[in-house]
């Protein structure tokens, strides 16, 4: 059954946007070039925060991706980026993006914040918004 994971990074500070972007791309091109993955985006949201989702035939290939550089050592880093880093995971029959509605009610009911220096209240209560809708695409 395919596995999705979406994290949700909040920045401490916007001077660190330049820096953490770079990192972010790589992650995500690392992702859809991996084994075993079947989908992967992105969303800059209000506040500093990004959003990111991808869905994975399997557990095993995901940890393999999240075990191997770059993202390994860009993980590392979350403590220097960010005031608000959570992390969910569950299995899904369809391998299709959950909707970033969607992801949201995953991460704040079943999320995991990692330990960081300069923690927000929200990065351990998983109280913060929705992240904003996408404009609709026109034809």
């Known amino acids: 059954m395919p596995v999705i994971v979406v994290t949700r990074l909040r920045l401490r ?37 990004w959003w990111s989702v991808t869905a994975w035939q399997e557990r095993r290939l995901m940890q393999a991706y999240v075990d191997s550089e770059p993202h390994l050592g860009i993980s590392a880093r979350l403590d220097h980026y960010c005031d608000e880093a959570t992390f969910v995971d569950w ?4 391998p299709a993006l959950p909707d970033w509605q969607t992801s949201w009610r995953h991460l704040t009911a079943d999320g995991k914040a990692a330990d960081l220096t300069h923690a927000s209240t929200a990065n351990q209560t998983l109280d913060f918004p929705p992240p904003v809708q996408p404009p609709a695409s026109v034809s």
């Open 13 to 49: 500070d916007p001077a660190l946007l330049d820096e953490f972007f770079t990192d972010a791309v790589a992650a995500i091109e690392q992702a859809m070039k991996s084994e075993g993955n079947l989908g992967a985006d992105a969303l800059a949201d209000a506040d500093n925060a």
């Open 91 to 94: 299995e899904q029959a369809s």
